[in-house]
């Protein structure tokens, strides 16, 4: 069983940067893919952005592309999301999920390990 643990989050004003960390345990790190999801108070977690087995595929939310980057590196079982440009309405707690194939996954029911999650808040 996999265990995922963010971390990097934190406040930063409108405009600002962030990165966050996803360390994994557990093998086969590599052949699964990876995604990030946030879910700000009261509404559903949403997908954010998820990465292939290999790293070269990935893919966004409309909401959040051209703004942040997922990225993996397979030999530290660790995936981060790079974060720019960042807006108040990126406010949320932001989790890593591991999916249950290789592909770049969107859909949340489609994950099968999830961390505890890293509170970013974005100040204007």
Same mark, same amino acid.
């Given at each position: %069983?996999? %265990?995922?643990?963010? =971390?990097?989050? /934190?406040?930063?004003?409108? @405009? ?9 345990? +557990?093998? #086969?790190?590599?052949?699964?893919? $990876?995604?990030? #999801?946030? %879910?700000?108070? @009261?509404?559903?977690?949403? #997908? ?10 990935? /893919? ?5 592309? +051209? &703004? #942040?980057?997922? =990225? ?10 790079? $974060? ?21 996954? &969107? ?5 099968? +390990?999830? /961390?505890? /999650?890293? %509170? ?5």
């Amino acid at each position: %069983q996999v %265990q995922l643990v963010e =971390s990097g989050g /934190g406040l930063v004003q409108a @405009g600002g940067s962030l990165r966050l960390s996803c360390a994994a345990s +557990g093998r #086969f790190f590599s052949s699964y893919g $990876m995604g990030w #999801f946030r %879910q700000a108070p @009261g509404k559903e977690r949403t #997908f954010v952005a998820g990465i292939n087995w290999s790293g070269g595929s990935s /893919g966004y939310a409309d909401s959040v592309k +051209g &703004r #942040f980057t997922i =990225s993996r590196d397979n030999a530290k079982n660790t995936v981060y999301l790079q $974060m720019n440009s960042l807006k108040p309405e990126d406010t949320a707690v932001y989790y890593c999920a591991r999916s249950g194939s290789a592909a770049v996954v &969107r859909t949340s029911t489609d994950y099968r +390990g999830w /961390g505890q /999650g890293t %509170q970013v808040t974005v100040s204007s």
